[in-house]
């Protein structure tokens, strides 16, 4: 028998479509084995200001389909400091909330290991950012709907680029990492990607596409966390080299963190949450939660936060043969 009586519940960092639906899970699995669920808006910032929502089993209809996040989100710099984990500890009891379910990214973790080990208090993370760059799960919540905006983007992007001929440089999310940027050049059909985590070799790269170019028009993704700056300032590297095809830039930006999820991020979604609740009461804490291979997997905060996921070498070496 599990002594945990109240789940607290919040999202934090950058949104990510699916939030809702691993909220809705969390409240609506906690229910069912009779457990409390309270609510706590703006991530750290609201637990540490005392901002609770412990009406939130009434609030979850009707959210599954939506995007953002019905909690509402924040970056907390206080909560970074020993004196606003405290604060926000005292809150959480003043609450009766004796468990922790966050829903967020690198820096969600990052809290989540300062403050169960300050305090004991069980947490389970779950992994909810849009970048996908997150050890421990093959998918976290919001890529799938993140590539598909961009895909769908992209794919507009390519009929104007088409009709004059021109060369695109679109640049998509994806600070640290380069799964969105990969995915989406692979699922547009794009000439090459520019990542993170890969050189760039620029004058490698203007004369490939002079000697290659059987198209005349030609659309590469750069992750805006690209080493060689971002697609601005890559298209003005590119033309200064002397070449003399006509550049344009787009920037999806924060278009790639609304609208309403893809039905595989409601489902890995629901299945995390209703999976953060059974761990709680099965007396785990201090864990991230992720799907490998169609399975759950658990690793610690730790390994979550620090341990490197590897781009797919197979995704790597195809999206160049592939557009050629
Ligand atoms: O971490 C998710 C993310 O969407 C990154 O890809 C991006 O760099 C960042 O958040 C943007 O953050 P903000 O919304 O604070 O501008």
Request: proline share 2%; with cysteine.
């Given at each position: 028998m599990?002594?945990?009586?109240?789940?607290?519940?919040f999202?934090?960092?950058?949104?990510?479509?699916?939030m809702?639906?691993?909220?809705?899970?969390?409240?609506?699995?906690?229910?069912?084995?009779?457990?409390e669920?309270?609510?706590?808006y703006?991530?750290?910032?609201?637990?540490?200001?005392?901002?609770?929502?412990p009406?939130?089993?009434?609030?979850?209809?009707?959210?599954?389909?939506?995007?953002?996040?019905?909690?509402k989100?924040?970056?907390?710099?206080?909560?970074?400091?020993?004196?606003?984990?405290?604060?926000?500890?005292?809150?959480?009891?003043?609450?009766?909330?004796?468990a922790?379910?966050?829903?967020?990214?690198?820096?969600?973790?990052?809290?989540?290991?300062?403050?169960?080990?300050?305090?004991g208090?069980?947490?389970?993370?779950?992994?909810?950012t849009?970048?996908?760059?997150?050890?421990?799960?093959?998918?976290t919540?919001?890529?799938?709907?993140?590539?598909?905006?961009?895909?769908?983007a992209v794919?507009?992007?390519?009929?104007?680029?088409?009709?004059?001929?021109?060369?695109?440089?679109?640049?998509?999310?994806g600070?640290?990492?380069?799964?969105?940027?990969?995915?989406?050049?692979?699922?547009s059909?794009?000439?090459?990607?520019?990542?993170?985590?890969?050189?760039?070799?620029?004058?490698?790269?203007?004369?490939?596409?002079k000697?290659?170019?059987?198209?005349?028009?030609?659309?590469?993704?750069?992750?805006?966390?690209?080493?060689?700056?971002?697609?601005?300032?890559?298209?003005?590297?590119?033309?200064?080299?002397?070449f003399?095809q006509?550049i344009?830039?787009?920037?999806?930006?924060?278009?790639?963190?609304?609208?309403?999820?893809?039905?595989?991020?409601?489902?890995?979604?629901?299945?995390?949450?209703?999976?953060?609740?059974k761990?709680?009461?099965?007396?785990d804490?201090?864990?991230?939660l992720?799907?490998?291979?169609?399975?759950?997997?658990?690793?610690?905060?730790?390994?979550?936060?620090?341990?490197?996921?590897?781009?797919?070498?197979?995704l790597?070496?195809?999206?160049n043969?592939?557009?050629?």
């Amino acid at each position: 028998m599990s002594s945990i009586k109240k789940i607290g519940v919040f999202t934090s960092g950058g949104d990510a479509p699916g939030m809702n639906a691993a909220v809705r899970a969390t409240v609506r699995a906690a229910a069912g084995y009779g457990i409390e669920v309270c609510g706590i808006y703006n991530g750290y910032e609201g637990m540490i200001k005392g901002i609770f929502e412990p009406k939130i089993k009434s609030k979850i209809a009707n959210i599954i389909q939506r995007g953002g996040t019905i909690l509402k989100t924040a970056r907390s710099k206080e909560f970074m400091t020993k004196e606003g984990r405290e604060q926000a500890f005292k809150n959480l009891t003043s609450q009766n909330i004796d468990a922790l379910v966050a829903i967020g990214g690198n820096g969600t973790y990052t809290g989540a290991l300062k403050l169960g080990k300050e305090t004991g208090i069980p947490i389970i993370g779950l992994p909810g950012t849009i970048d996908n760059d997150i050890y421990g799960t093959d998918y976290t919540i919001g890529f799938d709907t993140a590539i598909n905006t961009a895909v769908d983007a992209v794919d507009k992007i390519r009929d104007t680029a088409d009709s004059h001929n021109r060369l695109f440089f679109i640049e998509v999310m994806g600070r640290h990492a380069g799964y969105i940027a990969l995915h989406t050049g692979i699922g547009s059909g794009a000439y090459t990607v520019f990542l993170p985590e890969t050189e760039t070799d620029i004058p490698a790269f203007v004369s490939k596409l002079k000697t290659q170019r059987k198209k005349l028009f030609n659309l590469v993704i750069v992750a805006e966390g690209n080493t060689n700056g971002n697609a601005h300032e890559i298209a003005q590297k590119v033309k200064n080299s002397g070449f003399d095809q006509d550049i344009r830039v787009a920037v999806i930006g924060h278009l790639q963190r609304g609208g309403s999820p893809t039905c595989h991020d409601r489902v890995l979604a629901s299945r995390l949450g209703f999976n953060a609740v059974k761990c709680l009461l099965e007396g785990d804490k201090g864990i991230a939660l992720g799907i490998v291979n169609g399975n759950l997997n658990k690793v610690s905060f730790n390994d979550a936060i620090y341990a490197k996921k590897e781009l797919s070498k197979d995704l790597l070496e195809m999206v160049n043969l592939l557009s050629k």
